[in-house]
Nanobody, 117 residues
């Protein structure tokens, strides 16, 4: 199975920025789509952004225009650039990798993002 290693979470003030990174292990990740999900306190885990192996992206309405997901083929990583962060962005962010037909999914351990003054 592929292992997802996440980094970049932390504490930031409203309006600030953070950059999350996720590195899947193994060469099989090249055919997978990848994404970021978050789980806010007391809420369900929801999709934030996804990117397919072909570069097609999808964003939650709440982050559109503020977050950018991208892939680095040389380093085999996926990143989430988060700008203009809001308190409601607070939560645990999980990296996700999925096979083309979504019959296989893998999750990272999660990284805490806290937006507070």
């Amino acid at each position: 199975q592929v292992q997802l290693v996440e980094s970049g979470g932390g504490l930031v003030q409203p309006g600030g920025s953070l950059r999350l990174s996720c590195t899947p292990s193994g060469s099989i990740s090249s055919r997978f789509g990848m994404g970021w999900y978050r789980q806010a306190p007391g809420k369900q885990r929801d999709m934030v952004a996804t990117v397919t192996s072909g570069g097609n992206t999808n964003y939650a309405d709440s982050v559109k225009g503020r977050f950018t997901i991208s892939r680095d083929n040389a380093k085999n990583t996926v990143t989430l650039q988060m700008n203009n962060l809001k308190p409601e962005d607070t939560g645990v962010y999980y990296c996700n990798a999925f096979s083309p037909l979504m019959e296989l999914t893998f999750w990272g351990q999660g990284t805490q993002v806290t937006v507070s003054s």
